[in-house]
Structures are given as C-alpha cells and as structure tokens.
C-alpha cells in the first residue's frame, strides 16, 4: 500500500472546488475470477476394495427387489385375507393398515433397491459434463431468420393485414368468457348486507340449541350459560337454509351479577336483570366465540385467542378482535319469556371496510370504539 | 474415525450410533422426568378409619380440620377461597372425590388428583354443606346409569356435547387451553357421577348447565357418549391425543418431513 501511496500522490488542486480530484492510491486491479478448485480426488466405495462386500452389497439389491415382489403378493394376499365388512370400522383400519404397508414395502423396495445398486455398484468415477454454449452460431442464427422470413413472406402474414388482425382480434376475445364466469363466483349479494340482517325480530323468543325450547329469565341462573337459537329457527329445515341463519343469529346468553354489569351508555335497557345476550360470531374472522369463564366472565375465542369481557359490552381485553361482540337487546314477555327487542344493530361477524358503512342509524357504539366512529 | 480399534473390519462408526445416542438420552430424561413426576403425584394413604356411617357432626369437624383455613370456619368464604353456602352436596362430592379439593396449592385452577378423604367423609361433609342452605344435591342413579340409553339419544348427547361442551372440552373430549394458565380438563374414563356434577354445578370456570338448559336425560345421554369415546377405539389407528391439527401437524412437520429430508440426504451422499 505504501509504495502504491507514493506512486500516486495526491495532487493539491489550485482550486479546490473546481477541479475534483481522485485518488488513485488503493485502485490496484484485483482479479476477482473464481479459481476453478477442480474435483476432489477419486476414492474408491468399500465395494470396489473388497470384492466380499461387493457381492454383499449385490444381495442386498436382490434382496430389495425380492422383498419387493413380497410385498405385492402380500398386499393382495391382505385384500382378500383382511376384507372390509360393512360397519366394521375395525375391520377399515385393519384393511387399510395391512394393504399400506404391503404397496409400501412393493414401491420401496423398487425404489431403495434401484438406489442401492446405482450407489454401491454402478460405476463411482466423477465425469465433467461442460456446459455447451447458449448462444447458436452465425450460420444457424442466419437461417433463424430466414426461416421467419420465409415464413411471413409465404403466409402472407404482413402483407394480408385483415387475416392477421382478425386473427389478433380472435386471440384477444378467447379469454373473455373466462373473465365472465369467474367473476360469477363472487357473492351475488352485498356481503355487507348479507351480515347485517338476521332472523332477530322484535319479540321472537330466546330458544335452546337445538331443541327450539324458549328461555325463561329465571331458568338462567348466574354462572350458567346458553347457547340460543331464535325460536322460529329450530322449525326451519336444513334444506331451507337453517345452517345459514343459525351462522349469522347464534347467541350466547349469559347472566352476571347486576352490580358487576357496567353497561354502555344508551345500552342500559339490552340487558334483563343481569342477563345479557351477545352474538356467538367473533369479530375478528367469524370463529364462534363461546368458551366462556364463569369466574371471570371473560368469553374466549378458541381460534385466535381473542377475549371479550362480558360484564363490560364484550370489550375486547385480548387478542386480534377489534371490535366488541354486537348486543342482542333483550326483554321479557308477559309469560317470563326471553324475548329479542329488536335484530342487531350493526353486522355480526369478521370486520372488514365496507362494513363500517352500514351500521343501523339506532345503533349505539358500546364504548365510543374509534373502529365504529371511524365510517 | 479409526479411533475404535475393536471395529478394525472397517474403521468406521455404526451409521446409526449418533442415533441410538440420541434414543438411549432420550429415553433416560424422559424415564427421570416421570420417575420424579410420580413421586410428586404420590397421594397420602386414604384415612380408613372412618369408614363407618359418618352423620351430618362428623362432616362439619371434618370440615374444620381440612376446608375452613380457605373457607371460613362456618363456610362464609376468605379472599382465599369462596363461600360454600348453597353449592349443595353435588359441589362437594365433585371437588373432593376428583381430588381438586382440598386444594394441594393456590394456583390458576384445582389439579384434578387421587381423593385425599374417602367417600363415606366426602359424603358427610357434603351433608353438613346442603344443611347450611339449599343447592344441587348428589345426583340420582336413574340418571348416571347409561346402560338403557339407546343409539338415538347417544347421538343426541354427542349433539349436545357439541354445542354446549366441545368448545372447550375438544370434540373428542380430549381438552383444551384456556385463559391465564386455566384449561378445561379431558373427559376420557371420568366417573358418570363426576361428569353429571361438573355440569350440575359448574365447578372453577367451568359454566353451570342447570336442569332448565340440559335436563336430566340429556346429560345422561351426554354420560353416554363421553363413556362411548372411552369404549370406542379411533377408526383411524393412533390418534396423537385427539387434538386436531396441532399434534398432526406437528408429526407431519417432524416425522413427515424429517423422513424426507433424510432419505433426500441419503440420496445424495457419497457412499463409502
């Protein structure tokens, strides 16, 4: 480096600022070319040393290949000794577990035989292959273009412009009913307003999942919890879109003790005497929320871990939720019947953009959550 | 690799020594690990003493002597543990004869053990708890016996148990994972009694499902199917513990791909 430094010295400029000067001081050429390392010396396999371990290895190929032919006897052998008896699950298992193992021995042993003689017997010795070059050469790369030529000039394909751009033309329509079909498989309603609307009417009573039995406010006693369907949706049958509804009206009903219920302003008649219904579709990806703690009174979604605090609108205390449970307000009939005062008042279910724009006029946030404010 | 001059054939290690290293430290930890593990579960010898017909007195002394420290002298409840006026009999038999009660340490939830007190004292106790106020009591046989339960109603208990349980019990009654070190426990081979009362009472955070939400006969039929689970092997040979997609995905990612990733290494290996 010194001897480099004194070689090129740095020249003092009269101007320093108009005249740029470099320093040549470390620009040594440096051959950055990677030395070919060439290949390992040659060592020879054990198999090719000892002539006992080379016929070793041979039987054990043959082996392979034999236990190869077994194993396919065998998994016919299974089929017909291990048959499938109808509402047996035992005999499924049993069927299924000895035909496996017998068409795995039969392919393994093509497979691991084959590799074992490529490995141990076939010829070790390292062989170059170099790489060919990828460009063609003058001669072939001319009559590359003389073919184009020729092609164009015997078609037509730049002279006879109307073949050439209907046929462009045609090229360009094919994907279209691609297009149009795909674009079939969105839903053919607003997703918004798909979620926005559930079987809750003013006065259809809180009913059992399954059994369509109504609640009465004195059969849920503090600590327990029920898992409710609208009345009217247990008499609906599958066929008629029961899953469908059942996905977007499941509630879970839960009583806690009045003094520990801090309700959201506007809110404080939803609840009937501590009882307090919230919609069992998480916020967060539509999971149902439904592991509920009675001592704590936090209800946890199972598939990310989401926590809503019940005694509190079902804030969210934990997890990627963003928005409380939605509210089911509630009352009682003349006969001490639960009853809905009235459907939801924001979309159940996953939050997303659009959603914000279609949330009830009556409603009423549950704790001024910006995501609600925010549309 | 010629340090073994025993195997001076070829001079060379076992291919699969590493692995039978790694087998034999495995297998060591894992035994010391239970050893120690069974030691600490070890239970104290029931007391066979009172084994005789133990009244309503012998309950409440009894009481004193093992649950009072943590739920005051006449059941009122401390800030260590709550009031037990009006839990009825069903809490008592529950919590003491699964072991939860009385309660080895303060902790995010009772660990179900071997009962420390036999069932003549569980029963006594849980008599002098119903005297203090009214609550659930100890179910009746007609409703843990489960051998008159036809296919319809099993299937109507698995229903219910899907609803109203497996959120948190698993489908297959396996467990699951709750909030701040609590989990909710697995059903496999829990007595009929025990079952009935969990639900009855809603032991810790587990919800209660009283007679107006699942009646008698549904949790029978619940009984039912969780004893059918216990009797009935899985179709598909080794479950990995009935735990969905974590255990299998786990096995797959270990055994699955680590099987490929060792035969692709194999493949590729020079032979010696």
Same mark, same amino acid.
């Given at each position: 480096?010194?001897?480099?430094?004194?070689?090129?010295?740095?020249?003092?400029?009269?101007?320093?600022?108009?005249?740029?000067?470099?320093?040549?001081?470390?620009?040594?050429?440096?051959?950055?070319?990677?030395?070919?390392?060439?290949?390992?010396?040659?060592?020879?396999?054990?198999?090719?040393?000892?002539?006992?371990?080379?016929?070793?290895?041979?039987?054990?190929?043959?082996?392979?290949?034999?236990?190869?032919?077994?194993?396919?006897?065998?998994?016919?052998?299974?089929?017909?000794?291990?048959?499938?008896?109808?509402?047996?699950?035992?005999?499924?298992?049993?069927?299924?577990?000895?035909?496996?193992?017998?068409?795995?021995?039969?392919?393994?042993?093509?497979?691991?035989?084959?590799?074992?003689?490529?490995?141990?017997?076939?010829?070790?010795?390292?062989?170059?292959?170099?790489?060919?070059?990828?460009?063609?050469?003058?001669?072939?790369?001319?009559?590359?273009?003389?073919?184009?030529?020729?092609?164009?000039?015997?078609?037509?394909?730049?002279?006879?412009?109307?073949?050439?751009?209907?046929?462009?033309?045609?090229?360009?329509?094919?994907?279209?009913?691609?297009?149009?079909?795909?674009?079939?498989?969105?839903?053919?309603?607003?997703?918004?307003?798909?979620?926005?609307?559930?079987?809750?009417?003013?006065?259809?009573?809180?009913?059992?999942?399954?059994?369509?039995?109504?609640?009465?406010?004195?059969?849920?006693?503090?600590?327990?919890?029920?898992?409710?369907?609208?009345?009217?949706?247990?008499?609906?049958?599958?066929?008629?879109?029961?899953?469908?509804?059942?996905?977007?009206?499941?509630?879970?009903?839960?009583?806690?003790?009045?003094?520990?219920?801090?309700?959201?302003?506007?809110?404080?008649?939803?609840?009937?005497?501590?009882?307090?219904?919230?919609?069992?579709? @998480?916020?967060?990806?539509? @999971?149902?929320?439904?592991?509920?703690?009675?001592?704590?009174?936090?209800?946890? @979604?199972? @598939?990310?871990?989401?926590?809503?605090?019940?005694?509190?609108?079902?804030?969210?205390?934990?997890?990627?939720?963003?928005?409380?449970?939605?509210?089911?307000?509630?009352?009682?009939?003349?006969?001490?019947?639960?009853?809905?005062?009235?459907?939801?008042?924001?979309?159940?279910?996953?939050?997303?953009?659009?959603?914000?724009?279609?949330?009830?006029?009556?409603?009423?946030?549950?704790?001024?959550?910006?995501?609600?404010?925010?549309? | 690799?010629?340090?073994?001059?025993?195997?001076?054939?070829?001079?060379?290690?076992?291919?699969?020594?590493?692995?039978?290293?790694?087998?034999?430290?495995?297998?060591? #930890?894992?035994?010391?690990?239970?050893?120690?593990?069974? &030691?600490?579960?070890?239970?104290?010898?029931?007391? #066979?003493?009172? #084994?005789?017909?133990?009244?309503?007195?012998?309950?409440?002394?009894?009481?004193?002597?093992?649950?009072?420290?943590?739920?005051?002298?006449?059941?009122?409840?401390?800030?260590?543990?709550?009031?037990?006026?009006? &839990?009825?009999?069903?809490? &008592?038999?529950?919590?003491?004869?699964?072991?939860?009660?009385?309660?080895?340490?303060?902790?995010?939830?009772?660990?179900?053990?071997?009962?420390?007190?036999?069932?003549?004292?569980?029963?006594?106790?849980?008599?002098?708890?119903?005297?203090?106020?009214?609550?659930?009591?100890?179910?009746?046989?007609?409703?843990?016996?489960?051998?008159? &339960?036809?296919?319809?109603?099993?299937?109507?208990?698995?229903?219910?148990?899907?609803?109203?349980?497996?959120?948190?019990?698993?489908?297959?009654?396996? /467990?699951?994972?709750?909030?701040?070190?609590?989990?909710?426990?697995?059903?496999?081979?829990?007595?009929?009694?025990?079952?009935?009362?969990?639900?009855?009472?809603?032991?810790?955070?587990?919800?209660?499902?009283?007679?107006?939400?699942?009646?008698?006969?549904?949790?029978? #039929?619940?009984?039912?199917?969780?004893?059918?689970?216990?009797?009935?092997?899985?179709?598909?040979?080794?479950?990995? /513990?009935?735990?969905?997609?974590?255990?299998?995905?786990?096995?797959?990612?270990?055994?699955?791909?680590?099987?490929?990733?060792?035969?692709?290494?194999?493949?590729?290996?020079?032979?010696?």
């Amino acid at each position: 480096m010194s001897a480099d430094d004194q070689s090129a010295p740095r020249e003092p400029s009269v101007d320093d600022h108009s005249v740029v000067v470099f320093d040549r001081g470390a620009a040594i050429e440096q051959s950055d070319a990677f030395e070919n390392p060439g290949l390992p010396p040659h060592r020879p396999r054990q198999t090719d040393l000892h002539p006992h371990k080379e016929r070793r290895a041979e039987r054990q190929v043959v082996g392979w290949f034999l236990a190869s032919m077994l194993g396919s006897v065998l998994a016919i052998v299974a089929y017909i000794a291990v048959p499938i008896e109808h509402g047996n699950m035992t005999s499924v298992r049993l069927n299924n577990l000895f035909l496996g193992l017998a068409i795995a021995l039969a392919l393994l042993g093509i497979g691991i035989g084959g590799m074992h003689w490529a490995r141990q017997l076939m010829s070790s010795h390292e062989v170059v292959e170099e790489r060919h070059l990828s460009r063609g050469s003058v001669p072939s790369r001319e009559r590359a273009v003389e073919i184009f030529r020729l092609g164009d000039e015997e078609s037509g394909f730049t002279r006879r412009s109307l073949i050439r751009n209907t046929l462009i033309g045609a090229v360009a329509l094919v994907p279209l009913p691609a297009v149009v079909l795909f674009r079939d498989l969105a839903p053919a309603q607003d997703a918004v307003q798909a979620i926005s609307h559930t079987m809750w009417e003013p006065g259809m009573r809180l009913a059992l999942d399954p059994s369509g039995a109504p609640i009465k406010a004195a059969d849920v006693t503090i600590g327990s919890a029920f898992h409710v369907i609208p009345e009217e949706l247990a008499e609906i049958g599958h066929g008629e879109g029961y899953l469908d509804q059942k996905a977007l009206a499941a509630v879970l009903l839960v009583r806690v003790p009045t003094e520990r219920l801090k309700e959201a302003p506007g809110r404080e008649g939803w609840s009937y005497d501590g009882i307090v219904a919230y919609s069992k579709i @998480c916020t967060h990806v539509g @999971c149902p929320v439904a592991l509920y703690e009675q001592q704590t009174h936090h209800l946890l @979604c199972p @598939c990310h871990q989401s926590t809503f605090d019940v005694t509190e609108h079902a804030k969210v205390i934990f997890g990627p939720a963003k928005r409380p449970l939605p509210q089911l307000p509630i009352t009682v009939d003349d006969e001490g019947y639960l009853i809905a005062q009235r459907d939801f008042t924001e979309p159940i279910g996953p939050s997303y953009f659009e959603r914000l724009h279609n949330v009830d006029p009556e409603h009423i946030p549950a704790s001024g959550a910006e995501t609600e404010t925010r549309a | 690799m010629n340090t073994l001059a025993t195997r001076k054939k070829t001079g060379r290690r076992h291919p699969l020594a590493s692995a039978a290293l790694l087998l034999i430290g495995l297998v060591a #930890a894992g035994g010391a690990s239970a050893a120690v593990g069974t &030691v600490a579960n070890a239970s104290p010898a029931t007391d #066979a003493v009172h #084994a005789q017909a133990l009244t309503e007195q012998d309950g409440a002394e009894l009481y004193r002597a093992n649950c009072a420290s943590c739920h005051g002298m006449n059941a009122e409840g401390t800030e260590n543990g709550p009031s037990l006026i009006g &839990v009825g009999a069903a809490s &008592v038999d529950f919590q003491v004869m699964t072991g939860r009660m009385p309660m080895a340490f303060q902790g995010p939830q009772a660990l179900e053990r071997a009962p420390q007190l036999s069932q003549e004292q569980s029963d006594a106790i849980g008599a002098w708890v119903a005297s203090l106020a009214p609550g659930p009591d100890v179910p009746e046989e007609q409703w843990l016996d489960t051998s008159q &339960v036809t296919e319809e109603e099993l299937a109507t208990g698995a229903e219910l148990f899907r609803i109203n349980c497996a959120m948190c019990h698993n489908v297959a009654g396996a /467990g699951g994972a709750l909030t701040e070190g609590k989990f909710a426990p697995a059903l496999n081979d829990i007595d009929a009694a025990h079952i009935y009362e969990a639900m009855l009472t809603g032991p810790q955070n587990m919800p209660v499902f009283n007679d107006n939400n699942i009646a008698p006969e549904q949790k029978r #039929a619940i009984i039912a199917y969780l004893h059918y689970l216990d009797e009935n092997p899985s179709p598909g040979g080794f479950n990995l /513990g009935s735990l969905g997609p974590v255990s299998e995905g786990l096995f797959m990612w270990i055994f699955g791909l680590g099987g490929i990733v060792a035969i692709t290494v194999w493949l590729t290996s020079r032979p010696n």
